[in-house]
Every structure is written in structure tokens, then in C-alpha cells.
């Protein structure tokens, strides 16, 4: 078997958010198990996780904007109509649907909403370290302006508590350290599953001079981020498309993450599309 046929059947697995690949792609993080990387005892684990369950609501309700993009990427509601993702997401999966207003995938909760129309970023590109580039006819090296605007065929209705639409954060300059986070249904490894019940990681705003040793970073359309103690998530498979979101406003889509999609490590940073410099765009297709 040709490796360019392996390759795209592993990205196809697992799906999409590897996009990047050395050097990029998404990929993720153990989100849960800390333990092993940060020598944590139980006690230490034990005040982690119930100060996290006192004062936190459903993840859903904290990240009332996030969807399933269709099987293996995440996406943000922007009106009742429009849904924010990635456009690698569309590489590997035809994305007819998404699926609202839920924590869970598999258990008949939430609106599955169909998808009438797909506008990919008109500047997207990826290259190969993502894909076979001869395979896919790509040229350039590199992923630049992932994103992806999904039209539904009826509108969602938002109900302010578990389906909400985002506003957009278009703020030019993010102040590094800032507070940020996004939810998905990404895999918890390399090569996993999407998993059924959403979960959200907890990260921070890095400056651009923070990831300038990332071979593919370019802060004129990207975000650069971390995560925060003492999980110090990261993104994994399935999570690319799922949005960085700051008191409920959306500034970035999960686009890639620092080295190879071998694994998905905690602590690895995760690159976000930067929704402040496709706002025009945004706004013209969607009037948003
Ligand atoms: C799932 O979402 C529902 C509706 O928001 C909520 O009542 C429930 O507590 C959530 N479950 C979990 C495990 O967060
Ligand atoms: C669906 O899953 C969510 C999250 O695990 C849970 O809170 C909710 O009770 C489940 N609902 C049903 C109908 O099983």
C-alpha cells in the first residue's frame, strides 16, 4: 500500500485535527490524567476535582456555543444559522450535520441540525506536512486561515442556557495570559475515539514570541496558547474546529497543535485560527 494511502486513512481515523502534522497538527492531550505527567499524590488530585465540581455548572452550560461538527470536529454557534469551524475539518469528512445543545453524542440528547452549505476560508491552505502533497495536488507548506462557516438548513433554537450563540471576539491584540478555554468531544490519545461526553480544557493566551519556534506559526491569523495548572490541557483528535472561547465569546478555532500527532501530550501548546482577522469575512458571509 502506497504510504500516502496510509496516511490518509490514519488522518481519516482519527480524524481531522491532525491536520498538522510535523510540527503542527492537533492533537491532544490526555485531558484527565495528569497524574503521570505532573507526579500529583491523591489528595492533591482529590482538592482538584472537588473544587472543580463546586463551583462549575454542566460543561455544556459553560460552553453553551459548542457543537459536534459532523462526526469528528467541533464547531461554535454564531446565529441560529451559522456554526464556526475548521476548514481542515472538511479534508476527511463531509460534515452534513451538526449536533447542538448537548454533553453527550451517543444518548438521543440535543438537535441534530443538517447542513445546507460549506464556506471554506477563500486564503485556506495546508501542505504537506499535513497530507501527501502530491496526492492532494498541494502546493504550499503550512495550514493558514482554517476556517470554515457551515450553513444550517433550518435554524437552531437557542435557548439561552445549553444552545447559545457566541458572539465574536475580534479583539487585534490578545493580552497574553488571558483566560481561555474550549469543549469538545475529542479523543483523550493519539489515535483514539471521539469520546460521547464533552469535555472542556482550560488554557491561556501565550504571546506570539511564545510560539515563533513553531515552525508553521503566523500570528496574522493564528492564536497561540497553553494550558493552565494544573492539567495543562492541550487539544487532541476530533477537537480541531471546537472554539477558544472568553466569557462566552468566541476568538479562535482549534486548528493545530505543537509537535507530531504521535501523541497527545498535556502541555503541548494548541494553535486557534484567530477569528479577529477573518471578522470581515465572517461578517460578509454570514452578516454576522
Ligand atoms: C448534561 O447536560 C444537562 C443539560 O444541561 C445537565 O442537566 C447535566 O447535568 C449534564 N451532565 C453532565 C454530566 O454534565
Ligand atoms: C446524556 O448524557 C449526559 C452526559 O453524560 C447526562 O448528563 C444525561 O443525563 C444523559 N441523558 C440521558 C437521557 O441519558
Given amino acids: 500500500m502506497p504510504s500516502s494511502v496510509v496516511n490518509v486513512f490514519v488522518f481519516s481515523a482519527l480524524f481531522v485535527c491532525n491536520f498538522v502534522h510535523a510540527g503542527v497538527h492537533v492533537h491532544n492531550v490526555q485531558p484527565f490524567d495528569y497524574r503521570s505527567n505532573f507526579n500529583l499524590d ?28 459532523g462526526r469528528t470536529c467541533g464547531g461554535t454557534i454564531i446565529s441560529p444559522t451559522w456554526i464556526l469551524s475548521a476548514a481542515h475539518c472538511t479534508l476527511f469528512t463531509p460534515g452534513r450535520d451538526v449536533l447542538a445543545g448537548t ?13 445546507k452549505r460549506l464556506v471554506v476560508h477563500p486564503r485556506f491552505s495546508v501542505g ?16 493558514r486561515w482554517d476556517f470554515l462557516l457551515a450553513e444550517l438548513e433550518s435554524p437552531l433554537p437557542l435557548d439561552g442556557k445549553t444552545m447559545v ?31 460521547e461526553d464533552m469535555h472542556a480544557m482550560d488554557l491561556e493566551i501565550l504571546a ?25 490541557d492541550s487539544a487532541c483528535n476530533g477537537d480541531s474546529g471546537s ?13 493545530w497543535v505543537e509537535n507530531d500527532a504521535l501523541e497527545c501530550k498535556n502541555g503541548a501548546r494548541v494553535v486557534f485560527s484567530r477569528v479577529a482577522s477573518a471578522r470581515d469575512w465572517i461578517k460578509q458571509v454570514t452578516k454576522v
Wanted: charged content about 25%; glycine content about 12%.
Fill in 128 to 143: 504537506p506536512y499535513w497530507l501527501n502533497a502530491n496526492r492532494f495536488n498541494i502546493k504550499q507548506v503550512g495550514a
Fill in 165 to 195: 450563540a457566541a458572539d465574536l471576539d475580534d479583539r487585534a491584540r490578545l493580552p497574553p495570559g488571558e483566560q481561555v478555554g474550549y469543549a469538545g468531544f475529542g479523543a483523550d490519545r493519539h489515535g483514539g475515539v471521539m469520546r
Fill in 243 to 255: 472554539g477558544l472561547i472568553r466569557n462566552g465569546k468566541v476568538l479562535g478555532v482549534a486548528s
Fill in 208 to 232: 506570539d514570541e511564545d510560539c515563533s519556534d513553531l515552525l508553521e506559526y503566523d500570528g496574522a491569523d493564528m492564536i497561540c496558547t497553553k494550558g493552565r495548572a494544573p492539567r495543562y
Fill in 103 to 115: 454533553n453527550n453524542t451517543e444518548n438521543g440528547t440535543g438537535l441534530r441540525h443538517r447542513i
Fill in 42 to 69: 491523591r489528595n492533591d488530585i482529590q482538592i482538584v476535582k472537588n473544587k472543580k465540581e463546586n463551583v462549575q455548572s454542566p460543561v455544556n452550560e459553560q460552553f453553551p456555543s459548542a457543537v459536534l461538527f
